[in-house]
């Protein structure tokens, strides 16, 4: 159930007898308000797609790859096979693949969890260029202040900024 973002030319898939217009940026039926896209904070629950349904334009630097398939990396100019170790969205970093996932148009690096849970935790590196096609109302401020730091070599400090500064928007009553 592909479909295209809003503004699109091409006319809106929708679910079958449902008749409500989706977007391939959300993958439930209930769709997300601005006002809850405002306060969106990491990490939050998510589920890695099982299928190819992000549009190749905002996917060229990923793979779609289903659990256990091989793809090969260059580490240190050695070509390496790897398998994937659940069906999600890979993009290979420093001979490493890193699980991706977008929601609400954005990509985000994912985990599992205890539990056999996912959940992202960051926003993806921007160093993978990636491309995003955000939902009216992400707040990429609000976005990269609750991701977790990217991991660098020892010795290096890190300090996380707290949520207390930014205000929180509400929807009206």
Request: charged share 25%.
């Amino acid at each position: 159930m592909t479909s295209t973002p809003s503004g699109s030319k091409e006319k809106q898939k929708t679910p079958e007898g449902l008749g409500i217009p989706t977007d391939w940026r959300v993958r439930a039926i209930d769709q997300p308000t601005e006002e809850s896209l405002a306060v969106l904070d990491l990490p939050f629950e998510t589920k890695p797609e099982t299928k190819d349904t992000v549009p190749s334009e905002f996917s060229e630097r990923v793979r779609h790859l289903v659990g256990g398939q091989d793809i090969v990396v260059r580490i240190d100019r050695k070509e390496v096979s790897k398998k994937a170790p659940f069906t999600a969205y890979y993009a290979c970093f420093k001979g490493a693949l890193l699980a991706l996932s977008n929601v609400y148009g954005v990509w985000f690096e994912i985990r599992l969890r205890p539990g056999n849970t996912y959940e992202c935790f960051r926003l993806a590196r921007p160093s993978l260029q990636l491309k995003d096609c955000p939902m009216k109302g992400i707040n990429y401020v609000r976005l990269k202040l609750t991701s977790l730091p990217i991991t660098r070599a020892k010795g290096i400090n890190y300090v996380r900024l707290k949520l207390t500064s930014l205000p929180i928007t509400r929807a009206p009553s």
